[in-house]
């Protein structure tokens, strides 16, 4: 990996650490007042309506073909200020007009996310929640455009430290509804799109410390601004069969009272290592790829995407084996106390290992993508996109009979596997950039090893440390032994059998620090 991008991911993936440290607060203090109860429920749905569009709108869909166009224009010394204000100007139009739709629809909406709420309260508690906090998508996917300028421009610290002020903001906002006794279903349902109104402030600020002032404007359909449509089509399709999946796990679950609890803070656990390190690497991959892509440097390309995939995979393949072996401790440990009990613990921890089976899956995706997007293209990725869609619909429907709930995590695995494995098999006509170096076959069999030894050391730990992990004043020591000693054992086991070199790691961080 390049000196810049391994620093790129370290920072990127320091503050999504930080992040998810301080989401993992929030879902405690959440699950502490609400549980899984009905009014967790509701607003768990009415958070995620803004989310799946700005996802869809967005993170994955817009940037990913701005951010190539943007960082093109940059590197060759364009006009790239004024396309990105287009594009800010027309984003922006775009959004204030679904926020208001969206938010009148909101019935609509909710229903088509979670019919089993229309059965009892958790419905009408979803359409406040939702008509209060729909705003958000407004805000935050503006906030993704600023942060692909600011991604672009090399700012990683201040793109990475964007999502630790939603969290911090959510969690002093329980903690001043429980001083003051406010509702807090309702206290949450206001903070969303006020963290989006922070997020959006500070992320404008930044891009003008860097030289890029954005201004209300009417939007101009320039060129430019039509290529860019034609390029984020199919992205934006791709992203709204994405969603459409997280659409087919929210139904499932939401016919089981206080399953989309237990499937979002499963979420919440399996989301930190692919947070962490997929989307930093996705994030810094992308423009690193497109400037080698543009200066016809293939060899460059390779090395970036074969040591990004290797440290992917060196964190992740473990990580996966963790959430696994050890779901039920992960949970008990974080999450149950309060309004949380035993049978949200153990419906939480199976969600979580069924999660966990598909992490380097999707951390896959992040590696693969780039190689599309920096190359303008959109539409493979959608048709792959569309067949993981079938998988996942069919595999949930046909499951939930059967186990439940369960059927939406499992589905959503297979699905994420069958989307990895898509994207691999297109990407091997691309070039000599595509393809994996000898140093990456040969090492990812002994990050393999290392991670099954790791497993069996959990599995041990876990049951010698059981009588601690019981005991309320012990079980935050119990986790950590477990923890470190799964840690310890896989690196142990991956630098005495080469899966790893410490003189490698030694020069990362020299080169952070640099």
């Given at each position: 990996m390049?000196?810049?991008?391994i620093?790129?991911?370290?920072?990127?993936?320091?503050?999504?650490?930080?992040s998810?440290?301080?989401?993992?607060?929030?879902?405690?203090?959440m699950a502490s007042?609400l549980?899984a109860?009905p009014?967790?429920?509701?607003?768990l749905?009415?958070?995620?309506?803004?989310?799946?569009?700005?996802?869809?709108f967005?993170?994955g869909?817009?940037?990913?073909a701005?951010?190539p166009?943007?960082s093109?224009?940059v590197?060759a010394?364009e006009?790239?200020?004024?396309?990105?204000?287009?594009?800010?100007?027309?984003m922006?139009a775009l959004?204030?007009v679904?926020t208001?739709?969206?938010t009148?629809?909101?019935?609509?909406l909710?229903?088509a996310?979670a019919s089993g709420?229309?059965a009892?309260s958790?419905?009408a508690l979803?359409?406040?929640f939702?008509?209060i906090g729909?705003?958000?998508?407004l805000?935050?996917?503006?906030v993704?455009?600023?942060?692909g300028?600011?991604?672009t421009?090399g700012?990683?610290?201040?793109?990475g430290?964007?999502?630790?002020?939603?969290n911090?903001?959510?969690?002093a906002?329980?903690?001043?509804?429980?001083w003051?006794?406010?509702?807090?279903?309702?206290?949450l349902?206001?903070?969303?799109?006020?963290?989006?109104?922070?997020?959006?402030?500070?992320?404008?600020?930044s891009?003008?410390?860097v030289?890029?002032?954005?201004t209300l404007?009417?939007?101009r359909?320039t060129?430019?601004?039509?290529?860019?449509?034609?390029?984020?089509g199919p992205?934006?399709l791709?992203?709204?069969v994405v969603?459409?999946?997280?659409l087919?796990?929210r139904?499932?679950?939401?016919?089981?009272e206080g399953?989309?609890?237990?499937?979002s803070?499963?979420?919440?656990?399996?989301?930190l290592?692919l947070?962490v390190?997929?989307i930093?690497?996705?994030?810094?991959?992308?423009p690193?790829?497109s400037r080698?892509?543009?200066?016809g440097d293939a060899?460059g390309?390779?090395?970036?995407?074969n040591?990004g995939?290797e440290?992917?995979?060196?964190?992740?393949i473990p990580?996966?084996?963790a959430?696994?072996?050890?779901?039920?401790?992960?949970?008990?440990?974080l999450?149950?106390?309060?309004a949380?009990?035993?049978d949200?613990?153990a419906?939480t921890?199976l969600?979580?290992?069924?999660?966990g089976?598909?992490?380097?899956?999707?951390?896959l995706h992040?590696v693969f993508?780039?190689l599309?997007y920096?190359?303008?293209d959109?539409?493979?990725?959608?048709?792959?996109?569309?067949?993981?869609?079938v998988?996942?619909?069919g595999?949930?429907?046909?499951?939930m009979?059967?186990?439940?709930?369960?059927a939406?995590?499992?589905?959503?695995?297979v699905?994420?596997?069958?989307?990895?494995g898509?994207?691999?098999?297109?990407a091997?006509?691309?070039?000599?950039?595509?393809q994996f170096d000898?140093r990456?076959?040969?090492?990812?069999?002994?990050?393999?090893?290392a991670a099954?030894?790791?497993?069996?050391v959990?599995?041990?730990l876990a049951?010698?440390l059981g009588?601690m992990l019981?005991?309320?004043?012990?079980?935050?020591?119990a986790?950590?032994?477990?923890?470190?000693g799964?840690?310890?054992?896989y690196?142990?086991?991956?630098?005495?059998?080469?899966?790893?070199?410490?003189?490698?790691f030694k020069?990362?961080?020299?080169r952070?620090?640099?």
């Open positions: 390049t000196r810049s991008l620093r790129n991911v370290v920072t990127l993936g320091g503050w999504t650490l930080l998810r440290g301080a989401g993992f607060a929030r879902d405690i203090l007042y549980g109860g009014v967790a429920d509701a607003f749905v009415a958070q995620s309506l803004p989310n799946m569009f700005r996802r869809f967005a993170e869909a817009f940037n990913s701005f951010v166009m943007f093109k224009k590197e010394g006009d790239a200020q004024a396309f990105a204000q287009d594009a800010f100007n027309a922006a959004l204030v679904f208001v739709i969206g009148l629809a909101m019935p609509w909710v229903w996310m709420f229309a009892d958790r419905f979803a359409v406040t939702g008509e729909f705003s958000y998508i805000f935050i996917s503006l993704a455009l600023l942060s300028v600011l991604v421009k700012r990683f610290t201040e793109a430290f964007v999502p630790v002020l939603m911090l903001a959510f969690i906002a329980m903690y001043l509804a429980d003051q006794g406010w509702d807090m279903g309702l206290t349902a206001w903070t969303l799109p006020l963290t989006g109104a922070l997020q959006f402030a500070y992320t404008w600020w891009a003008r410390a030289g890029h002032r954005f404007g009417l939007p359909l060129p430019e601004l039509k290529r860019l449509a034609i390029i984020a992205a934006i791709a992203g709204g969603q459409i999946n997280l087919v796990g139904q499932v679950a939401s016919f089981t399953a989309v609890a237990w499937l803070y499963a979420d919440r656990l399996y989301q290592p947070g390190v997929g930093a690497i996705g994030t810094a991959l992308l690193d790829l080698r892509l543009r200066a060899e390309g390779r090395a970036s995407l040591r995939a440290f992917a995979l060196a964190l992740t990580a996966a084996v959430l696994v072996v050890i779901a039920m401790p992960l949970v008990e440990v999450f149950q106390r309060g949380f009990g035993a949200d613990t419906n921890a969600a979580l290992a069924a999660y089976l598909g992490l380097p899956a999707f951390v992040k993508q780039p599309y920096a190359r303008e959109t539409r493979r990725p959608f048709r792959f996109a569309l067949w993981s869609m998988v996942n619909a595999l949930a429907v046909a499951l009979p059967v186990i439940g709930f369960l939406a995590a499992l589905a959503t695995t699905s994420g596997w069958i989307m990895a898509q994207l691999w098999w297109g091997r006509r691309m070039g000599a950039e595509a000898a990456f076959r040969a090492r990812l069999w002994r990050i393999a090893v099954a030894v790791m497993g069996a959990l599995w041990v049951i010698v009588p019981d005991t309320r004043a012990l079980r935050w020591f986790l950590a032994g477990l923890i470190g799964g840690i310890g054992s690196f142990g086991t991956g630098f005495l059998i080469g899966a790893f070199r410490l003189a490698e020069a990362a961080l020299r952070n620090k640099g």
